[in-house]
């Protein structure tokens, strides 16, 4: 009798355990057309690139470790990819979504990406990653909630916004691709956009509290971001739970997403949302309404004013960005539970960007390296052991000081490294950089040259997380990264018009021991192009 009791028992756990997997670890399958449409985001009829008919593209939801499997069907006249920004891919960079991991989906072709948002919560974005597509759309908000057992560190909000904000030209994307292509750089744009709109609306009620998740999607500029009569409170940042301060504006850098709670605490009216562009000589500015329920009163007075050219004010805000200690993220355990600051680093590597003429014409590089694609995607000459597609190393862990090349560049480094990355910008711009499969601690900001006694300035105790980071002019960015996902990784200027001359390069996390734990199979859908194209896989 006790035995029947307990297997019965068993087989009751069993079934409850496998119900909580089926409903937290779910599946949710799309299909996404990509067709060019017409808009008017200026005022002006241009071309887009449409998601299923919808520019932005639609918003991709998810919850912590679901699976996403997510056919694209491809009806542009170019090839196409879109990569997921922030998305870790675990163990997977077959589905990265770019142009070193991924055969582009040509013209009427499709491909089916299925990847998992494993550990994850928080605001991120997609966006097409091909050529200078993401200059006339093909990008949408991408949110990741966190677990129904899960708890987050503020009440929920009783709504919740997706704003994706970023520059816009008036010229088409051949038109951007052509000015590259000729060896110029990309003009300044013409307007500032709040979800493909020249303005948007967002309504609540008074007294209540609503989430804003805000994305830098655009191609070139920092904004800075402020709700007129109303306080920010900071919560989230690309995954990180962070110390919920209070802001009066943010600044938010090409590629960068962050999560604020406004509560609705005014009169009764509507109030401006206000984007305005950083460090430029021309600021430009998109507003938007911040909607109440029961206001019968317009937008009125002047639109608040922003900061412009304040390098100083900008690095002190980051700084005082800090990781919540005492909160969960996607997992049960505290944030403040890995201590990030006590783990001796392997290897130094410092990038310096650049702005060379080779061959008379205008390019990026990183350590005096400017990247070409080539064309057979890096992880699969790597997986078909393919010769001459690129070399490990081509690009060195320190600026050597010669003169500029072109180069299919990849730096090897070894899986569990734990690394330390200074990203050294001797250019009077605003960098932005992005590492693909990977967050990072941003421990440290500073002016002018980086030294190793820059490192007594770090905060190796509270740093947030994020995928990428600012890196103000003729200033140095220094992040700590865990190398403790194998595969082929792009790190690159999140400004698309550097990384499309070349400011990038491929991160290879490389362990000899082949292993499922450490790195899936390529897929069985795997689209091959160039040097692969005839070779077998499963």
Not at 411 to 439: A, K
């Amino acid at each position: 009798m006790g035995r029947a009791v307990f297997v019965c028992l068993l087989a009751i756990l069993s079934f409850w355990s496998a119900s909580v997997v089926r409903a937290e670890d779910d599946y949710k399958y799309y299909t996404w057309t990509i067709t060019y449409g017409t808009s008017s985001p200026l005022g002006l009829p241009q071309q887009v690139i449409l998601i299923n008919g919808q520019f932005p593209g639609p918003t991709l939801v998810s919850v912590t470790n679901e699976n996403i499997i997510l056919n694209v069907v491809n009806k542009l006249d170019q090839p196409f990819l879109l990569t997921w920004n922030g998305i870790k891919q675990r163990k997977n960079s077959w589905q990265d979504g770019v142009l070193g991991t991924n055969c582009p989906i040509p013209p009427n072709g499709n491909y089916t990406y299925k990847f998992q948002t494993k550990d994850q919560i928080g605001s991120y974005t997609y966006f097409p990653s091909t050529l200078m597509h993401r200059a006339a759309g093909g990008f949408g908000a991408l949110n990741v909630y966190s677990r129904s057992v899960i708890p987050v560190p503020y009440a929920k909000p009783a709504g919740d916004f997706s704003l994706l904000i970023g520059d816009w030209f008036k010229t088409s994307h051949k038109g951007l691709q052509q000015i590259l292509d000729s060896g110029k750089a990309l003009p300044f744009p013409d307007g500032i956009l709040i979800n493909g709109q020249g303005r948007s609306s967002f309504g609540g009620d008074q007294g209540k509290t609503y989430m804003f998740r805000v994305s830098n999607i655009g191609l070139s500029t920092s904004f800075n971001f402020r709700i007129q009569g109303h306080k920010l409170k900071l919560v989230e940042v690309e995954g990180s739970h962070v110390l919920q301060n209070m802001y009066d504006s943010l600044d938010i850098h090409v590629g960068q997403s962050v999560t604020l709670l406004v509560t609705l605490d005014q009169a009764p009216k509507d109030y401006y949302i206000v984007a305005s562009t950083r460090f430029t000589q021309t600021v430009l500015t998109a507003t938007g309404v911040l909607h109440y329920t029961n206001s019968r009163v317009p937008v009125s007075g002047p639109i608040p004013a922003g900061p412009t050219n304040e390098v100083g004010w900008s690095m002190d805000q980051a700084r005082s960005y800090r990781w919540n200690l005492t909160s969960n993220a996607a997992r049960p355990n505290p944030q403040g539970s890995f201590h990030y600051g006590k783990i001796t680093t392997s290897r130094t590597i410092v990038l310096a960007n650049s702005a060379p003429i080779i061959n008379g014409k205008q390019r990026y590089a990183v350590n005096g390296v400017s990247y070409i694609n080539s064309d057979t995607p890096l992880k699969l000459a790597d997986y078909f052991n393919i010769p001459g597609v690129f070399t490990i190393n081509s690009i060195q862990s320190s600026p050597s000081g010669s003169g500029a090349s072109l180069a299919t560049s990849v730096m090897g480094t070894s899986h569990h490294d734990f690394i330390e990355v200074v990203f050294q910008n001797n250019e009077n711009t605003m960098q932005s950089w992005h590492l693909d499969g990977y967050d990072f601690w941003v421990v440290g900001f500073g002016a002018g040259q980086w030294t190793q006694d820059s490192r007594k300035t770090y905060n190796l105790v509270d740093a947030l997380t994020r995928h990428t980071t600012q890196v103000y002019p003729n200033s140095w960015t220094v992040i700590l990264v865990s190398l403790d996902n194998q595969g082929m990784w792009n790190m690159r200027s999140a400004i698309w018009g550097r990384q499309y001359l070349g400011q990038q390069f491929y991160l290879r996390v490389y362990n000899p021991t082949q292993n499922l734990a450490n790195e899936y199979n390529i897929p069985s859908n795997a689209l091959l192009c160039g040097k692969a194209v005839g070779h077998t896989h499963p």
